[in-house]
């Protein structure tokens, strides 16, 4: 498919002007540092196609885009026991709310804000020291992205354990409600160490392939997930990937979506490719501006809307 | 595709023995008398096939899933400039609730919820009155339906008028912040009328065909609306049709969807078929549980899921 | 108590620089008319004397100080089977918030509020007219005052009907759960009007009085409630009267006391005197700004804080 | 006053059938290990009048009830400064609510609820450690009651530090806002020592008596806060001493009172008297069942109320 290379060179060409806008994530001290001007694409298709432009080699925070597949994990460990844990509706609220947890006695909406994410970690915790899961966690996305290169940043995982009060907050609140079965800290830690994974486009294309292709990974014929379990990881995306941002993204992009802090978004054109941007200035939402854009344009010139 | 009447049939089949649970909406009195051992089944395809099953040809109060032909109607009246009055998000409430409102401004979150649809029904009103605005909406819906014999149910438009205190709420509130151009009464009206909407299952499913056809009516060949805008009326279906279930419903079904306390649910498969489903018992959300259920082993069956 | 005639012009004469900051009530027009540069107090001695200074012979719209009076009223006619359908705690929200109606079922916090007061007035109006209901809250007024002069301002009446959709949105809401008996226009006529009531500063002072001496007026010796009624109607004053600034001004000021958006605020010195303030510029809780200062002087000068 | 000492046994023998009623607080362990059956009453005049009943001289964990003693001690260090990171307004919601801190950017309501104790001893601990802030607090408490045998119980401090995860939530909360300037686990360490002070009702009526007083101790002569301080603390116990509670037990007993989940209350008569009672069994808001209708009874038969 040359088309799709001259697509994504033609984006990546139109939108570069708008380079620098949108704000870089200062909540946590490392992610400040990040040069504004940076902007990525790569397209990983079903038959084994691989197209990038611009920056799509050098490594950035994947940050909440690790919920994807810490979520997948804890699916394998625990299948639909989990759901008692963490709830599956968009939340309406921002990423760190904690009123919907008041209102809902510790039962955080969906796995993709920071309360179910954190829930989801401490699933996977369970019979596990933090380092083991961490590791554990690693070892997942290293295999589905097909390369053991991946690591994890420790200067962002440090910067997040030194500020992340606003998650103590989440955890300790979820822990007074028995929805945590482990100590705040140990549980954090592996959070903030899956939130610290450092990925470049080209390689996060790849990790999502299994998605797009009905569980299994094209590239090396494993099957990651059943066709159905990936269906359902997708409408998830589709439904919080955004956070409260969420429904504007469906409307534009149509494409199954979880984007990090750091700017990169891992969408998915289920049957055809698995996609990942990255621009570090976010909208309000706190998605990538320029990140969001180029799905939109992507997804109007491949066809490639879930909506048909 | 002589088998898609084999799998309604089964699932009909299958179902049948489940019938009577739920709960018949009851806080519109002329709701309360519907008999709740109803349940039909109607599939259009975009091929031109047409299927049913079970009560597929009785009328019922369509109620909620007028909301997507008069945010249809709307959008071909106002155009975007719609989205300065009512967003585009989930809202993580129920249907009726009125919180969201104060903490935005009046401003709903999106064109499903009540308050969302009183804001269409008030755009569609702008320089007509009230029985001209009704005239248009149902010559809308007899228009994509292809069916002039379609009617307005006066003992259900008069019951929801004489009780609904709730929507006279919402509606005063966004009066209040100026986000109601019409006397409530006037915009009720339309509401109402609009909600007491009798159909049945096989007019309905080919009422939302061109939803599922790019915006073409594969009967007649006519365009109703944009393939880019029949793609967001159902990205909108898919994160509010169910509103507080509608995470559930994208993540056990995988298809926009819109349902009506009445007990019907219009559902669409882009590039495939347009299904309504309908049987009175609603779960906790309100939305239909035996239909829910039948368009889940529909979408499993056909593998008409949009996450692949 | 010849001081505290000269305490009163002192508090006048100081504060009098500061005439016309805050804001005057507009969102109903005809308030938006009033002349910002007003300034009236009024003492009322339980032993009779009567002190004042400043504009305390002028009218002005008395507002939310009538649900003093109307509250009174109810109490009278339904004794504490009234606190079924009101609440008697601090709202911590704003006068006309919707919220804390959806999570506690249309029950209001307390009759100060704007929803608590529109079902105080559904209690007056029970087995009357409107007209007939408006009259008794009036003549009620009348009496306690010792002045048959007292008079309902039609403009305001009628500017409140035609522009206040966020009291109806508070009353129909109220009727959807069932906590109002009457047709929400009816209801909310005898709202407006009590909030009409034109009074001076003398009047409304003198009108106070009974609170301060245990339930009977002074005046004529006639018993207006029992002592323990005035002291809870006091009660509810000193927690509820200011909407969310009543800490401040119990913490400021010390007496219990009730505003009203027309910049009017009454007080009651418990065994002391009753007084009246008048200053149309308001704070940002909708508390005249100028008044609460004068309060706070003549606490501090008269020594009647109830805390010691 | 020996008529005190009878109105006070009467009070005492007419509820002692009531013993037993109400819930005792298990949420820490330590404190469900309390005998229900206990209840004691304590008067101490500002004339120097002793009087007390029951179990006035058992010991009981205070709990919130030190929080009037820690905002004195914060309130001397920092004078009108405190209220810049905690609010003086009745919070409408529960003890431990975190919802409110969302919506109004980590500054909580009022210094009685569980957040606003938190920041008042995270200003107490400003240029100590926490052992010193501790045992400033202790020592401020035995100087107050005039009685340095006033302890902490360890095992409470150690029960509460344990299970305490709704407070390290509020707290961390808190300090993501910037509103918390030390470690939380230190400004908790503070909390939770504070919460475990251990006083029987006849010191804890001695320790409010400067609060009675105008700011004076009558029994040393000793000025602990200035009047208006004293003032201004019993209008903040009043109106937010007792929870989503205070509107009733102002309504109820018309006394300034704080009270703990211990089963304490203190009471203030400006003038006249401090009150503790003690019984473990608590109402739905948290406050003595017991106790508030021992208050109730006191301030009829005493004519203290300071609403006339």
């Known amino acids: 498919m040359p088309d799709l290379q001259r697509i994504i060179d033609n984006i990546h060409a139109e939108l570069l002007p708008q380079l620098g806008t949108g704000k870089v ?8 540092k990040v040069n504004p001007h940076r902007f ?3 397209v990983a298709t079903v038959g084994g196609g691989s197209y990038f432009a611009g920056d799509a080699g050098e490594p950035f925070s994947i940050q909440s885009i690790s919920k994807v597949f810490s979520l997948t994990l804890a699916l394998g460990k625990h299948g639909d026991a989990l759901w008692s844990r963490v709830g599956r509706e968009p939340s309406g609220s921002s990423f760190n709310s904690i009123v919907q947890l008041e209102h809902e006695s510790g039962v955080p909406r969906n796995p993709f804000i920071n309360a179910g994410a954190i829930v989801v970690c401490d699933a996977i915790l369970a019979g596990h020291r933090p380092r083991e899961a ?3 966690i690693l070892r997942f996305v290293r295999s589905v992205a097909d390369d053991d290169t991946i690591a994890i940043d420790p200067a962002v995982a440090q910067s997040e354990q030194k500020t992340g009060f606003r998650n103590v907050a989440l955890a300790s609140y979820m822990r007074s409600f028995g929805n ?3 100590p705040v800290e140990l549980t954090l830690g592996v959070y903030f160490h899956q939130c610290a994974i450092s990925m470049t486009c080209r390689q996060l294309a790849r990790a999502g392939l299994f ?3 009905g569980g299994h990974m094209p590239q090396t014929g494993l099957t990651v997930v059943s066709r159905d379990r990936a269906r359902r990881i997708c409408a998830l995306m589709l439904m919080c990937g955004h956070y409260d941002g969420s429904g504007d993204f469906a409307f534009r992009v149509g494409l199954p979506g979880k984007s990090g802090v750091g700017g990169g978004i891992l969408a998915v054109a289920p049957g055809q490719a698995s996609v990942a941007v990255w621009s570090p200035g976010l909208d309000e939402h706190g998605n990538s501006q320029l990140g969001t ?4 344009l992507l ?3 491949t066809g490639w809307s879930i909506f048909g």
């Open 293 to 296: 854009r180029a799905l939109q």
């Open 211 to 213: 998605l797009a292709n």
């Open 25 to 32: 994530a200062d909540y946590i001290p490392e992610l400040a």
């Open 180 to 182: 945590l079965l482990h």
């Open 299 to 301: 997804a109007e010139r």
């Open 134 to 136: 961490i590791g554990e």
């Open 40 to 42: 990525g694409i790569a």
